[in-house]
């Protein structure tokens, strides 16, 4: 059994800024976890119509951002832990 203590604020998405996970050349927009709590980010290329959805080490890339979002349906949760 593992016991963790937190101090200050409890780690997860609800702390963290889109801006945060803003790169060079994409635009974070949306902010979903996993069910584990690791963050996952959805974010558009500033000057391509790209986007991506990235998971850790992995990046899947979509058209449009709906296309995207059907990728996150059911496979991530929203902020409150509820299903996308």
């Known amino acids: 059994m593992k016991h963790r203590f937190f101090y200050g604020l409890k780690?997860?998405?609800?702390?963290?800024s889109t801006k945060d996970?803003?790169?060079k050349d994409y635009e974070c927009?949306?902010?979903f976890q996993t069910k584990r709590g690791a963050p996952v980010v959805v974010?558009?290329?500033k000057?391509?119509?790209i986007?991506?959805?990235q998971n850790g080490f992995s990046t899947v890339f979509f058209g449009?951002?709906?296309e995207a979002l059907a990728y996150c349906k059911g496979r991530f949760l929203d902020a409150d832990g509820q299903a996308v």
């Not at 780690?11 to 963290?16: E, R």
């Open 64 to 66: 449009t951002k709906a």
């Open 21 to 23: 996970f803003s790169q």
């Open 43 to 45: 974010a558009r290329h």
């Open 51 to 53: 986007w991506k959805v």
């Open 29 to 31: 927009s949306l902010l």
């Open 47 to 49: 000057s391509l119509d």
């Open 11 to 16: 780690p997860g998405i609800n702390n963290l």
